[in-house]
C-alpha cells in the first residue's frame, strides 16, 4: 500500500494560503480559489494538514 | 502585451509599489487573480496609527474605529494595559481592509497604473534564460505580459520568489496558523485592542480582539504552525469564546482563515524580479503585524523600479537599492523583533504572569530600559535570569 497523500476539502478550505507557504515539496497551489494539492509531488509529511487552521486538508491513501 | 513593470498581487505591498513606480512614469500593470482588490479580507484589520504620517491614504473611509490603546492580558488573566497617552499618543486604528487595499490600488490607478482582475500568473517568462515578463490565465485566455521588472506581491503563498529560485518555504516554526470571527452584538465600550496570552489559549501566538465599532469586534487567533494539529486554530478559538463571559454573547457575521508568516526576512531582489510584503517576509515576528512594513517596503520598492525605468537599468545593482533601503528603514527591526520571539516562545505560563504582575502598575509613559528591568525584577527576581537574553538585545 502506498502513503496516505494529502487532499484538500475544497468545501471547508478558506483559500488562506498557509500550507502552500509550508509545503517543502511546492505541491500545493491556489486554484480556482481554493488550495490543491499535487499528488505526485506530495511526500506525505502532512506539515500543511497540521497547519490548516480549519481542518481542511486529510491524508488519503491512493 | 508589453509594460515596464508587472506587479503580481494588489494587495497594500503591491498597489504602494505600483503607485510610487507609476508616480515617476514608469508603464504599471498590477495583475489579481481575484475578482474584487482587498476580497475576502485576510487579516485582523488592526494597524499602528503611524501610517498617518506616510500620506499614503486619502480620507478616513478606511478607518473603521480609533481605539485608546491596548491591553494584554496573561494566562492568569493579570492585565497590563497601555493607553494612548503612554504610548506617545500613537495607538492603532482597525481597519476596513477591503477599503483600505481599494483606497491603495486606486491611488495607484489615479498615476496611471493599469489593474487587470481575474488573471493569475503562472509562470515566469524566460529567454536565454532572463526573466522577461509572466505567463498568465484570464479566464479562458492564456497571454504573455513582456516587462522589464515584475514585483512578486503575491503573498504569504508566494510562488513568484519560488519561480525564481528564492527559497520562500516557510517552517512551521516561521508560520503562524491563523482563524478569525467578526463578532457583533458583543459589548466593545472598552475600546481597546486586547491581547490574551497563554500556552493553552494559543500555543506560540494569541488571542486577539480589536473593536470594530461599539457592538462588534474581529476575535482571531494565532498559533505557531509547529505546535498547530489539524485544525487547531479555529478549535481553540472557538473555545475561547465560549469561556468568555461577553464574548460568548455575540455571533459572527464573518469567519476568515489566514497565515501569516513570523519569519526572518528573504533574499528580495534577483536579478529583474522583486519581492514586497508578505512575499518578502516584512512581517514583524512577534505581532504578526505587516501592513506599516508593506507600505514602507512598497514605497522604496516603487521608487527603486521608477528610477530603473527612468535610467533603464535593470540589473541587480540598480534595484538592489530597494534591498538596502527596507534594511535601513525596518530590516534591524525585523530581526530582533525576531530573535525576541524566539525568546518569548521558551516562556510558559507561569513566566508570562509573574511579567505582567511585575509590569501591571508600571508607567509607560517615564520608559527606560532601566526603570523597567527594575520593575520587572522588583516583584519577581527570578525574572532576571529568564530576560537575561532579552536584555541584551535593548
Excluded at chain 2, 503607485?19 to 512614469?25: D, I, S, V
Excluded at chain 2, 486619502?58 to 503612554?86: C, H, L, Q, Y
Excluded at chain 2, 482563515?257 to 518578502?280: F, R, S, Y
Aim: aromatic share 6%; with cysteine; charged share 25%.
Amino acid at each position: 500500500m502506498e502513503k496516505p497523500k494529502a487532499i484538500v476539502d475544497e468545501k471547508k478550505c478558506l483559500a488562506c494560503g498557509g500550507c502552500i507557504s509550508v509545503c517543502p515539496q511546492d505541491a500545493l497551489s491556489m486554484c480556482g480559489g481554493r488550495a490543491f494539492v499535487t499528488t505526485s509531488k506530495c511526500i506525505s509529511c502532512a506539515i500543511c494538514i497540521k497547519t490548516c487552521p480549519i481542518g481542511a486538508i486529510d491524508e488519503e491513501v491512493h | 502585451m508589453e509594460f515596464d513593470v508587472v506587479v503580481v498581487g494588489s494587495g497594500p505591498a503591491g498597489s504602494t509599489t505600483a503607485r510610487f513606480a507609476a508616480e515617476t512614469g514608469a508603464k504599471v500593470l498590477i495583475v489579481e487573480r481575484r475578482s474584487e482588490v482587498g476580497v475576502p479580507i485576510l487579516c485582523g484589520e488592526g494597524v499602528s496609527q503611524k501610517i498617518d504620517k506616510w500620506n499614503i491614504l486619502e480620507g478616513k473611509r478606511w478607518i473603521a474605529n480609533k481605539v485608546d490603546g491596548a491591553r494584554i492580558f496573561s494566562p492568569d488573566k493579570t492585565m497590563v494595559k497601555i493607553s494612548a497617552d503612554m504610548a506617545g499618543n500613537e495607538t492603532g486604528y482597525v481597519l476596513y481592509r477591503d477599503i483600505f487595499d481599494q483606497e491603495l490600488a486606486r491611488s495607484a490607478v489615479k498615476v496611471g497604473s493599469k489593474l487587470m482582475l481575474k488573471t493569475e500568473a503562472t509562470e515566469l517568462l524566460k529567454e536565454n534564460g532572463k526573466i522577461v515578463g509572466v505567463k498568465v490565465k484570464k479566464f479562458d485566455d492564456t497571454f504573455e505580459i513582456k516587462a522589464d521588472v515584475i514585483v512578486g506581491a503575491d503573498g504569504v503563498e508566494s510562488k513568484v520568489g519560488k519561480w525564481a529560485g528564492i527559497k520562500t518555504t516557510l517552517k512551521p516554526y516561521d508560520l503562524e496558523s491563523c482563524a478569525q470571527y467578526t463578532l457583533t452584538n458583543v459589548d466593545c465600550n472598552n475600546n481597546y485592542c486586547d491581547f490574551y496570552l497563554g500556552n493553552k489559549i494559543a500555543p506560540g501566538g494569541y488571542v486577539w480582539v480589536f473593536p470594530k465599532r461599539k457592538d462588534e469586534a474581529n476575535v482571531g487567533i494565532g498559533v505557531l504552525g509547529s505546535l498547530s494539529e489539524k485544525g487547531m486554530a479555529l478549535k481553540l478559538l472557538d473555545k475561547f469564546i465560549a469561556s468568555h463571559p461577553e464574548l460568548k454573547k455575540g455571533e459572527p457575521v464573518r469567519l476568515i482563515a489566514g497565515a501569516t508568516p513570523v519569519a526572518e526576512p528573504i533574499e528580495t531582489v534577483k536579478d529583474n524580479l522583486i519581492l514586497v510584503g508578505d512575499a518578502a517576509r516584512h512581517v514583524d515576528p512577534i505581532t504578526g503585524g505587516g501592513l506599516t512594513t508593506s507600505l514602507e517596503g512598497g514605497k522604496i520598492a516603487g521608487k527603486t523600479i521608477g528610477n530603473a525605468v527612468k535610467e533603464q537599468r535593470f540589473d541587480k545593482e540598480t534595484l538592489s537599492a530597494y534591498e538596502a533601503g527596507w534594511k535601513k528603514a525596518f530590516g534591524k527591526k525585523l530581526h530582533r523583533n525576531y530573535v525576541v520571539k524566539e525568546i518569548l516562545l521558551d516562556f510558559d505560563d507561569k513566566t508570562l504572569n509573574m511579567l505582567a504582575d511585575s509590569v501591571k502598575d508600571y508607567n509607560f509613559q517615564e520608559f527606560s530600559t532601566l526603570s523597567l528591568v527594575k520593575a520587572l525584577v522588583f516583584k519577581h527576581p527570578t525574572l532576571l535570569k529568564k530576560l537575561a537574553p532579552l536584555i541584551k538585545l535593548v
